[in-house]
């Protein structure tokens, strides 16, 4: 069973970046489709961005631009860049899979969240 330890969050100023990481245990992720999710203080969890297998990519429209995500399958991690942060991107950020794009079964497994706080 994969699972996933986020970490990379803290506080930033408006205008920052930061390197955000879900580190892969279990499997390798390179089989996974997978995402990053946020959810702000009393909002619902929303997609940030979205990649497959086939490093095909799909990012929220409030996110595009500045936000990247890849993958550093020599490390098994999953990566979100961010630049430009914005107040409004405060949230606590989760990493998730999706899908075994192998053996074509559904997933929903998560990891526990990173908080990124953007402030002046």
């Known amino acids: 069973q994969v699972q996933l330890v986020e970490s990379g969050g803290g506080l930033v100023h408006p205008g920052g970046s930061l390197r955000l990481s879900c580190a892969a245990s279990?499997?390798?992720?390179?089989?996974?489709?997978m995402g990053w999710y946020r959810q702000a203080p009393g909002k619902q969890r929303e997609l940030v961005a979205r990649t497959t297998s086939r490093l095909m990519t799909d990012y929220a429209n409030s996110v595009k631009g500045r936000f990247t995500i890849c993958r550093d399958n020599a490390n098994n991690t999953l990566l979100l860049l961010i630049s430009s942060l914005k107040p409004e991107d405060t949230a606590v950020y989760f990493c998730?899979?999706?899908?075994?794009?192998?053996?074509?079964?559904?997933?929903?497994?998560w990891g526990q969240g990173t908080l990124v706080t953007v402030s002046s």
């Open positions: 998730r899979v999706d899908g075994d794009e192998v053996s074509r079964r559904k997933m929903d497994l």
């Open positions: 279990g499997s390798f992720i390179s089989r996974y489709s």
